[in-house]
């Protein structure tokens, strides 16, 4: 037998997920008596349970599904699910086990389905435990084990390893799901793409140095042909995982509030309404919002940069070397409280605006988001770019408001001191250095914290919760470990479980908005200082490893939920692409005094030039990616084609169903019967006898196609042409019955 | 019995095609032959035939299903195709004639049905009949009888009402399929819409004169409205007819060449390839046709415009008062030559570009099309407005490139006559007198040329292929009439059947593209004349009726094809929608002279304002679009409650039979058995046995979800809690099956 320690590492003791449930702050009674509520609701959807003692006045209760006839179940039950709406091509087969043996369960499936199973609301088949929340208020996780194994084994590839293959993604797929596994991918799609625009921005920043339309152009092509390619991807990534279309498989927000109840008049179904307008008299409350979030952080970051600049260009007093880190004392401490202010703000509008399922209010909040990290990134390089640089001159003197430069010296310098329009000059440097640090240093700064706030975060929590239980047990007397019960055998298993419940649950938007500000810099101000492409790529290779770390290490397992898009982000991609064609072409403009163009003076810079500038870039690139969108759609990639073939067998199974219900119809009677007299007079008496109309009668003077070729024939032999003279006058051009009276 | 007259108008005689086979150029053996193999196939799938005599050498062949169970097989066929295209939601029942009674053919669906089962290829379980082309070069045309008595009731019902309704489109749609249904939907829409802007555009007028900021804001805005609206519209239409996604499916094209076969590794089945990029290269052809086409177009437009100026405003020589015609005479004569060359042109790049399916053929034809129509229609207006307007004083002085003004006269006024830069002056009518033009008279002498001209087009080639077969006949011998051998009762039938023969085959794109390009003036210049709007209004309500007429009257009944939208001329209302922002705000800076703003002169109009404007409307434009796009999208039409009810039921279905199933799974079995020291030594027995794993062990201690319970309580109550105190001290917080030792 292994060694214990990597015995309790090797094994999750056939675990699927474990819940904690913690009791610090509930009365006894109440707590005993949910806590059997919830091993019931748990039993009654077929899940076996095993309870085992907590850290710190929780119980961790072990879950697993009882038999492979309930789980099979649910699979079948999901993939039908999955079928109507349309995620999958074809029905999935009545018999469980054969479709699963076809198409075998995946860990991340297996792992959801239970999940579903445990959370999804009884009326729909689950036990409807919602972590945190109402009655279930003391459930504070719900989570899977990490496979230890298989992490290991994840890490030791990834760092030794340049290049992940599409294999790599699959299998984080196969184990943490699409979601993840789709920020995975988008990064390192983008990681690959990104060699491009480092290769050409090294030789640029050494060739053609810095505010190069050239560079500017490939920039701008590569970020859309990147958006649009990756928009591709997606679709593909989609059907090779089969999860094309799951964004629409749409899960109610439990939060939802409806005002009346509506019963459908055809279905019956009871629909729960909240008025449309109402909604939108809501969020239209998005536009205040985004003005005061505008006006607030632009306010700081724009006092920020005002002090700073006075300090540093202006300011000659005392305590310089000190103050210069004024307005980054100012931002790192006001910045964070004004972020989680107004991102809660956020949250609270969004909950606000009643959105009926998940994935409208996570979009809805995304963007809110988005709106924020774009002030907070951006603003201050625009600051510089499009203030600092063209009025610098003309406002930078009047920003000495208190007339520090001035009071506390000599009177008799003032004339000399105190800048004016005239003599100040903008330091050129400034939004070069300032595009450095946001892409350099801020994302240098960013990896560190990413992996060391999580483990101060954590080993704070346990104290805290530690500090907490100590408070409790002091006033309650002395009391055992709650180790102390652990079977001899389980107890490494059950500590190192005990460990990864305290963990954070990983939030894979965060890292893709990480991703998507990046790219911004690259797409927006990348012209500036070529290399920033080349910063990035290295950046990336590391956050990919780092991600996967942190996500092993610093993180309770995902619970792998399903995705085909990265969702709002891709917008963001977008508008962030197309904003860059401004600011570039902007940025090319003002800055190109290599040749006869203007150098950043708001002297040399013509109104109509600037804008024409941009009018034409702006213009180029909607053409360019309309063309790029159409080229990338004709391309046939692997995913593609499988969709194709698998409709193809769809299709050619129910054809061939329904060509073969078509065969049982007679074929056309050959009506070629032989006339006779008899047959005639027959024909007759059923026309007399049935007093038949004249449609009757018109449909009656050819019977089978024989006889209607032989009365055309007739005609055309009897036409006069040119050509043949009158060789068939003689033959019977006439009426199929007369044909049959001359017998 | 009624009178013969009415009689033969009010019947079909059940006929549901016709075919004419005409044979004026073939051998008689041949043409035998031929009309023999025609028959024959007709038979084979189906379909019952009559012969008659026809015009001037041609034999008309009446064709019908031959049986109820033919059409419904071919039904179930048509509805199970569109149900694996995603058409309908449900699958039609297998039983046929239940299927029908649930939901019953309507005239256009069996006319399109009998229509495919002719000219489908054999492969497809048609008759492969090709009019006009390969082996069936003599089938000159198939087309369905006109249903006089709804025609009838159809024109009068229309030339009485206002507006039309719903049903009316409905009633189209049943009679004339969904392409057609489509056109008039469109058309109505666009008439109803069109209100707004005519009502405003007259107030606008009488208070705000033209150029008026606020009519361009408003233009625009209903421009965007109406484009999206009808986005919307169509989806909606689509579900209501039944027709959503018929688009999709592809039908290939006859004529496509492919370059290899490819057997499809998974299906096996064989695929005709005709490589993308091979594609693509021909596709760029399209840049200089379009070049070429814009040079040759635009050079004989300027020319007219520049001779057109140069005669009515500088030239005083004699003969002024017929000169003045010139360009007319030059335009009228030329372009309809030169557009037709280009037309042949386009169709035969657009062929060489060998698309693989009708739709892709369709889109990039009409995409040539919408160029050289753009160029034709609007460019006149953009030369007055951006060029004659803002540079006229400039340039208009050199236009008298002979001399023309002065060499025939005195040469002592010399100086006095020859316009200068600085005498010169623009003629600033001239902008509003072509928009006039182009929105009033223009449209008047095309609806009047479109009821005309088919008229004469008729007379004449009918006189012409009387003239044929009389030269025939004369190289013959005398011949007796095709009408001699009519049966007394069908003679009035026939001649009626022989009359539609002779009609021009319906197009509703040219239809379509008519109400496009009005509304470009729409969106274009109608800031120049606000009164356009009332124009087109008056020009709408008429076209809809003389539509009708058209169809009824000059053309044979259109072959009912389906539909789900108006094809690429969406995106031709979407580009002049946009376009229509830039040129409104252009125009509305440039001819702003009520304020301080410029008066259209090159020297106050500043470049930088002027960009400005078209940059700041664009962008208004870009963002209400969106806005729209999503407010539109949020509004819950008929057409889509319709299609979530068909979808829920579906599921509902589906859900039922899934459930069911998962039904017959045996329940968590209770297992809270009596523990007796039995079944303890046969838990230890079994155990021992098995040679237990540490997973079996780790599950084994807690037996059902009761005892699971009672261990956690035990757990619970043993925590140190301050709220309780040690109440639960004495409980039994272990293992479960300690608890069984215990006992």
Known sequence: MAPPKSHAL????????????????????????????????????????????????????????ASDEHLFGEVYRSRVRDWIHGVRTAAPARETRQALEAE?????????????????????????ITPKEGEWKNVESIFALHDHAYNKDWIK?????????????????????????????????????????????????????????????????????????????????????????????????????????????????????????????RQLLQVPFALGAVCMLGALIATCFSIEVFISEIYTGPLKSVLVFLPTVILTTVMPVLTSVLTNFATQLTKFENH???????????QKIFVMNFITSYLPIFLTAFVYVPFGKIIVPYLDVFGLTVKPFAQNEKQLKAPTPGNFSINPGRLQKQVFYFTVTAQLVNLGTELIVPILKRKGFSKYKEMQSERTAKGAGATSSPTADDPAEDAEFLQRVRQEAELDVYDVTADLREMVLQFGYLSLFSVVWPLTAVSFLCFDWLELRTDAIKICVEMQRPIPWRADTIGPWLDSLSFLTWLGTL???????????????????????????????????????????????????????????????????????????????????????????????????????????????????????????????????GFIEKAPLEVQGRRGSDASGNWGNETKKEL
């Not at 059997?36 to 609701?41: G, I, S």
């Not at 075998?104 to 409807?128: C, D, F, K, M, N």
Request: hydrophobic share 40%.
């Open 157 to 281: 590839k990834w760092s030794s390893s340049w290049k992940l293959q599409t294999e790599d993604l699959d299998d984080i797929r196969n184990r943490l799901g699409e979601k993840v596994a789709y920020y995975f991918a988008f990064t390192q799609s983008y990681f690959q793409f990104l060699m491009f625009p480092a290769a050409f921005g090294a030789a640029a920043w050494l060739l053609l140095g810095s505010f190069s339309p050239i560079y500017g152009i490939f920039s701008a092509a590569w970020c859309t042909i990147f958006t649009e390619w990756w928009r591709q991807q997606e679709v593909d990534l989609g059907i090779r995982w089969g999860v094309r279309g799951v964004s629409k498989i749409e899960t109610k927000r439990r939060e939802f509030q409806h005002e009346k109840v509506v019963s459908d008049p055809v279905t019956g179904e009871q629909i729960h309404v909240f008025p449309a307008t109402k909604r939108l008299q």
């Open 583 to 713: 600011t570039t072409s902007a940025l090319v403009y003002m800055f190109s005094n290599d040749g006869l163009g203007p150098d950043g003076h708001p002297a040399s810079i013509r109104g109509w030039a600037l804008l024409l500038s941009i009018l034409f870039a702006e213009h180029i690139f909607l053409v360019f990616r309309w063309a790029v969108r159409i080229a990338i759609s004709k391309i046939d990639s692997p995913g593609l084609q499988k969709e194709k073939r698998e409709r193809y067998l769809v299709r050619k199974r129910y054809f061939d169903e329904s060509i073969s219900q078509l065969e049982r119809l007679p074929k056309m009677a050959e009506k070629g019967r032989e006339i006779t007299r008899e047959s005639l007079e027959e024909d007759a008496r059923q026309a007399s006898l049935h007093g038949s109309t004249p449609e009757q009668r018109f449909w009656a003077r050819q019977r089978g196609w024989r006889e209607t070729a032989a009365v055309g024939r």
């Open 356 to 366: 009926e399922t998940e994935g409208a209010y996570q979009t809805a909040l995304t």
């Open 104 to 128: 075998p369960l995946y860990e991340a499936e297996r792992l959801r389905i239970i999940y579903q199973l445990i959370t999804h609301p009884v009326s729909e088949g689950g036990a409807g």
């Open 10 to 65: 090797q094994t999750n003791m056939d675990v699927d997920y474990v819940i904690s449930y913690r009791f610090a702050k509930t009365d006894k009674s109440t707590a005993i008596s949910q806590f059997e509520k919830l091993v019931e609701a748990l039993s009654s959807v077929g899940l076996q349970t095993e309870v085992r003692n907590g850290d710190n006045h929780s119980v961790l209760l072990f879950v697993r599904v």
